[in-house]
């Protein structure tokens, strides 16, 4: 009852409120080059706009990419040598922005945003001098410079089909096994009860490597989304991140007593947020502090910036160790969880 | 040797212990024995198998299966122990025989291994043996899962309502396959609603509302039934009963088949019972002496 009356309530104010596609607040980064004026009031008016925080002033231009693959920043604005001798002698000055595609829909916005600012500074300094200055703007798309959406939905389907098949299927055959009082026969018998949960779990492990087999191979040669990254680490995370998935079907499994409850926590419990909160459908940089805190528990999230990480932007074990480290720490948790709270009787 | 040994279990269930499912229950079961344990629905039948086949937790009390504690050896007890609860509890979607090698699987053997003591039941089934377990008639399910349940050769057998809806055929079969196990050494233990299979078991205890009734062989269930016992019948059953209860030398009334069985105090009772037949004007009353069954000593002893 609680759920019929609450969950509209719950979605219409995440949806409403929490989930936007508007891009605020991206971390940006400043490689300047000329230090002069112009540049130091065009950085100061970046910072100013709600859409932009200066994370961090760049020196060198190498350390834009450094930067990129740590994942901090989302857009960096490359500001050459003598922009306002340019500007004041030639009246033309140039700027690079670089955005990390492996987003397209961010990526656009970003530049957008931050293009219509520097045309803003422009009409102004125009219109001071009455001087026809203009400021081309020169866009890079990292990683992904057709912008392709594939880029950013392939991971994100990864994660919800990994999520999928191995949360809600194993919870709702072990369930199964309970309701059909299988279980009850199967507890009567040598078998450790650990045992037959972990054997249950075993063929959706094989079933998922076969999907990420076919999401990859049809990624690959049909999206030509390519695998920049090394593909045995992608392997690697995605079988671990089966494993979080795993654990907490059986998680699931140990509690629910009926498939439709365990059907339905793998649903609510799972599967919104997959897609709510891993950064998939909307940024989980704008999220309000509430909803990003509550995101961090979603492995989904984790998995998800592994394989743009690995397999878009082409970064090695170093460069998602920290989400690799979480995850498994979410099997281990998960699978203790799991296996401690089975009941090795019926109640 | 006892196989089955039970000490003042008590189970309830509710977060204010409210529902009392057994209580205070003690009996024991020697090896080799058919042991029947007979009561109406929710007597407390299943608690008590799953309480002995280690798959519920008493609230107080002892029990031991072959020697095992079933809370503290419950490995031991599941490694020996052969479970047939009372709903259909094989896989639906595997067939005949593959649920048959499934269970010989967990269990560590092979079908080969221990399959003269299944063979006469086994070969009943063996006609559909590509079926799919789910597809089969209530009775055949019942083999198969009798068939499961013996894969192993388990010294204690426990049978939580094999016989429940199916037909008589199929339940007379089932009984003779029990009496013929129990000749393997197998000590049975088998839970049934029907009364009427009282009479096929080594001793038997009657169950009420989580209590032991009687615990004796069937026949000295019967001869501990000392009130005299009369049928009566009309062609107004009905009123009959209705006056019949309002009588003073009336112990105990009951409609019983056709029948309505008459338990009378004593002796006098018949003399008296037969002048009030006497007196009525109706015509088809028919009485004579009636020999007490299972049913009538578990209606007396519920009465008391």
Known sequence: MFILLGMPVVQIVIFGFA???????????????????????????LDASQYFDLEKNLLTYSQVEEEF????????????QHFQEDLQHFNKAQVQLIADAADPNTANQLTNYATAIIMDYQNRITNDRKLPYTISTEMKMLYNPQLKGAFNFVPGVMAMVLLLVCTMMTAITIVKEKELGTMEVILVSPMRPQLVVLAKAVPYLLLSTINIASILLLSVFVLEVPINGSLFLLVFESILFILVSLSLGLLISSRAESQQTAMFISLIGMFLPTIMLSGFMFPVENMPLPLRIVSNIVPAKWYYSIVKSVMIKGLGLSGVFKETLILSGMVIFFLTMAIKRFKIRLA | ??????????????????????????????????FGIIGP?????????????????ADSGKASVDGFDVVKDYKAIRKRVGYM????????DLSVEENLNFFATIFNTSIKENYDLIKDIYV????????????????????????????HRPSVLFLDEPTTGVDAVSRKEFWEMLKGLRKEGITILVSTPYMDEAGLCDKVALIQNGKILSIDTPQGIVNNFSKPLMAVKSSKMLHLLKDLEQKEFVENVYPFGEYHHVVMKDKSGEQLLQQFIQRRND???????????IEDCFIALMKS
């Open chain 2, 85 to 92: 609860p009372g709903r259909f509890s094989l896989y639906q």
């Open chain 1, 69 to 80: 693959k740590k994942g901090k920043i989302k857009l960096a604005i490359v500001f050459p």
């Open chain 1, 19 to 45: 989930l936007t596609n508007e891009v605020k607040n991206s971390k940006i980064a400043i490689l300047d080059n000329s230090k002069d004026a112009a540049t130091s009031s065009l950085t100061a008016q």
């Open chain 2, 124 to 151: 009943q089934i063996e006609p559909f043996r590509k079926r799919k377990a789910g597809k089969l008639s209530g009775g055949m399910k019942q083999k198969l899962a009798l068939s499961c349940a013996l894969i």
């Open chain 2, 1 to 34: 040797m006892l196989s089955v040994e039970v000490n003042n279990l008590i189970k309830t269930y509710g977060k204010k212990k409210e529902v009392k499912a057994l209580s205070d229950i003690s009996f024991s079961v020697p090896q080799g024995e058919l």
């Open chain 2, 41 to 57: 629905d929710g007597a407390g039948k299943t608690s008590l198998f799953r309480i002995l086949t280690t798959l519920l937790l």
């Open chain 2, 283 to 293: 015509e088809t009353t028919v009485l004579y002496d009636a020999k007490p069954n």
